[in-house]
């Protein structure tokens, strides 16, 4: 048990869980703490292809998003309280000083990040399910 801890604690343990999206199986990193929202996918290399993370707040909202410091182009889903995709945004990396933001079309309380691509706009309107 303890060399488990140790490893966890050495490996920079990231809570993971399952999400998901028009029957495709997701495993995502949550991004809860507003730290963890901040830094999001920035300075990554490379993301797995069945891999994202997820952004959780507190309410719904019209959240803004940026690519200042990431590195791989992505899929922005924008998720309300009733789990229902309510905007795609695709996004690309930025290295300017001034980065655009991303605001979803309605309010969202969660926003999924994928591999651009992943998914085209048919998908608004889906509900998604998160295992946690």
């Known amino acids: 048990m303890l060399l488990f801890l140790v490893i966890a604690v050495l490996s920079g343990c990231v809570y993971r869980t399952y999400i998901e999206v028009d029957n495709q199986m997701l ?3 949550i991004a809860e703490s507003d730290s963890e929202i901040r830094k999001g ?4 290399e490379s993301l797995a292809e069945d891999n994202g993370m997820l952004f959780i707040f507190k309410e719904d909202g019209y959240y803004p998003f940026w690519m200042k410091n990431t ?3 992505l ?4 998720i309300n309280s009733s789990m ?3 905007d795609l945004i695709h996004a690309v990396p930025c290295e ?6 991303y605001v979803p079309k309605q309010k969202a309380r969660y926003v999924l990040e994928v591999n651009k691509e992943r998914f085209n706009e048919s998908i608004i309107g889906t509900k998604i399910f998160i295992s946690r």
């Open 27 to 29: 495993t995502v990193e």
């Open 41 to 44: 996918l920035m300075h990554r």
């Open 71 to 73: 590195l791989i182009p």
């Open 75 to 78: 899929d922005m889903l924008f």
């Open 84 to 86: 229902h995709i309510v």
């Open 96 to 101: 300017e000083d001034q980065c655009p933001n």
